[in-house]
């Protein structure tokens, strides 16, 4: 038993860092923004097709990445990503044009497509060999990669302006965190058969998406869009409609990313004590409740309290609907990742078309739909219970049908 607890250690850590070098290389380049732009001399519009650039990178990655997974595997493909993703902040440091800028960004956006997938592979593998729950944990690692970053960006700033040596330490941590979660990573997935049989299917002809992996791919998309909404709108909402102090409006990011990462480091407990479904599905009704009540009260506390039940309700989505998704097969988690990314990418967007037409209130609204919605989305799907438990793979809630319908 102590050699299981210290090989599940190992590559818990392990694969942590993979999740801590994502958060942290995102926020590191993302703080440096607005150095960026003065050193190329750009507008406001220019920085938002710079960050879009990104997006669109890791939407249009998915048959790249489904390819490599294949290819290489999600140990070597994660390492190979992270490596990349260390060696491009150098680049981003010395960015010469405002071309080079876009490329060197949607570059980016493929890296981390490949990252996210493989990482959440070696999440979901570690899970099945060890037949314990570790996913939301290594999800709130992102989060806590995100904070280092901000805070060594802080402290650069204050040594120097220039952003090449804050971006040559922060490959530096990189490359130390990759070579340590090395020997800890998975030599292999762990597949389920059905997944298996899948793949050689797929090897033999193009296919559709199963049924089940477009419910886990809305359920993503929407999760995502709920996340990403809260941190580009709660801050507005709380100033412009909550009449919230400047001082007191940035509040409304801190309490749902504190909520997220307090829920996440609970979550693996409750998912081993009730199940991924009823989590997921009772977290986004919640979230949905907690911000419709919000809003229909108005003011500044029943905003943060809406804003925290959101938090605390969305944390488990993501982590879960990975899960059930790699059971699947390396496409369909590539597909479900891919689907999150847009998410991610178009949802705040649509938010703010929302708001523009009928005031925040409504486009608040809006991400407590999309809530409820990754609920319903849940209730389509049947969720494998606890690492240890036998349980078939996951399926929808339908009469007997095939999986996937072939495309010739």
């Given at each position: 038993?102590?050699?299981?607890?210290?090989?599940?250690?190992?590559?818990?850590?392990?694969?942590?860092?993979?999740?801590?070098?994502?958060?942290?290389?995102?926020?590191?380049?993302?703080?440096?923004?607005?150095?960026?732009?003065?050193?190329?001399?750009?507008?406001?519009?220019?920085?938002?097709?710079?960050?879009?650039?990104?997006?669109?990178?890791?939407?249009?990655?998915?048959?790249?990445?489904?390819?490599?997974?294949?290819?290489?595997?999600?140990?070597?493909?994660?390492?190979?990503?992270?490596?990349?993703?260390?060696?491009?902040?150098?680049?981003?440091?010395?960015?010469?044009?405002?071309?080079?800028?876009?490329?060197?960004?949607?570059?980016?956006?493929?890296?981390?497509?490949?990252?996210?997938?493989?990482?959440?592979?070696?999440?979901?593998?570690?899970?099945?060999?060890?037949?314990?729950?570790?996913?939301?944990?290594?999800?709130?690692?992102?989060?806590?990669?995100?904070?280092?970053?901000?805070?060594?960006?802080?402290?650069?700033?204050?040594?120097?302006?220039?952003?090449?040596?804050?971006?040559?330490?922060?490959?530096?941590?990189?490359?130390?965190?990759?070579?340590?979660?090395?020997?800890?990573?998975?030599?292999?997935?762990?597949?389920?058969?059905?997944?298996?049989?899948?793949?050689?299917?797929?090897?033999?002809?193009?296919?559709?998406?199963?049924?089940?992996?477009?419910?886990?791919?809305?359920?993503?998309?929407?999760?995502?869009?709920?996340?990403?909404?809260?941190?580009?709108?709660?801050?507005?909402?709380?100033?412009?409609?909550?009449?919230?102090?400047?001082?007191?409006?940035?509040?409304?990011?801190?309490?749902?990313?504190?909520?997220?990462v307090l829920a996440r480091l609970l979550t693996d407990g409750w998912r081993s004590r009730w199940g991924d479904g009823p989590i997921?599905?009772?977290?986004?009704?919640?979230?949905?409740?907690?911000?419709?009540?919000?809003?229909?009260?108005?003011?500044?506390?029943?905003?943060?309290?809406?804003?925290?039940?959101?938090?605390?309700?969305?944390?488990?989505?993501?982590?879960?609907?990975?899960?059930?998704?790699?059971?699947?097969?390396?496409?369909?988690?590539?597909?479900?990742?891919?689907?999150?990314?847009?998410?991610?990418?178009?949802?705040?967007?649509?938010?703010?078309?929302?708001?523009?037409?009928?005031?925040?209130?409504?486009?608040?609204?809006?991400?407590?739909?999309?809530?409820?919605?990754?609920?319903?989305?849940?209730?389509?799907?049947?969720?494998?219970?606890?690492?240890?438990?036998?349980?078939?793979?996951?399926?929808?809630?339908?009469?007997?049908?095939?999986?996937?319908?072939?495309?010739?």
């Amino acid at each position: 038993m102590p050699r299981i607890q210290d090989d599940f250690r190992r590559g818990q850590l392990a694969v942590a860092a993979l999740f801590f070098s994502l958060g942290f290389q995102y926020a590191s380049w993302a703080s440096r923004i607005p150095s960026i732009k003065a050193h190329l001399g750009l507008s406001a519009a220019e920085v938002g097709l710079l960050l879009m650039a990104t997006g669109v990178g890791a939407v249009a990655s998915f048959p790249l990445v489904a390819w490599l997974m294949r290819r290489l595997g999600s140990r070597r493909l994660s390492l190979l990503s992270a490596l990349c993703l260390a060696l491009l902040l150098l680049a981003m440091a010395e960015l010469p044009d405002y071309p080079v800028a876009l490329l060197v960004m949607c570059v980016d956006g493929v890296l981390v497509g490949a990252l996210n997938v493989s990482m959440n592979a070696q999440g979901a593998a570690l899970e099945v060999r060890f037949k314990r729950n570790t996913m939301a944990r290594l999800h709130a690692t992102f989060s806590g990669g995100s904070l280092v970053a901000a805070l060594l960006a802080s402290a650069m700033n204050l040594l120097t302006s220039s952003v090449l040596p804050h971006f040559l330490v922060a490959a530096g941590l990189l490359l130390a965190a990759l070579v340590g979660a090395r020997p800890g990573l998975l030599a292999e997935d762990a597949p389920a058969e059905a997944a298996e049989a899948k793949e050689e299917k797929k090897k033999r002809s193009w296919t559709l998406p199963a049924r089940l992996t477009l419910w886990l791919g809305i359920a993503m998309a929407f999760g995502t869009i709920t996340e990403g909404a809260m941190n580009d709108w709660s801050s507005l909402y709380l100033k412009e409609v909550a009449k919230a102090s400047a001082e007191l409006a940035p509040m409304g990011i801190a309490v749902v990313s504190v909520m997220m990462v307090l829920a996440r480091l609970l979550t693996d407990g409750w998912r081993s004590r009730w199940g991924d479904g009823p989590i997921v599905r009772t977290g986004s009704a919640l979230a949905a409740l907690g911000l419709a009540l919000a809003l229909l009260v108005g003011g500044v506390v029943p905003a943060l309290i809406g804003f925290a039940c959101v938090g605390l309700g969305v944390a488990a989505v993501t982590p879960c609907v990975y899960v059930a998704a790699a059971a699947q097969g390396s496409d369909a988690l590539t597909l479900v990742a891919t689907m999150g990314t847009v998410g991610l990418l178009g949802g705040p967007p649509v938010i703010g078309f929302v708001a523009n037409a009928a005031g925040l209130v409504w486009g608040m609204g809006a991400v407590a739909l999309a809530a409820l919605i990754v609920s319903l989305c849940a209730t389509r799907i049947s969720w494998p219970a606890a690492p240890g438990r036998e349980t078939p793979e996951p399926q929808l809630l339908t009469r007997a049908e095939p999986a996937q319908a072939d495309a010739h």
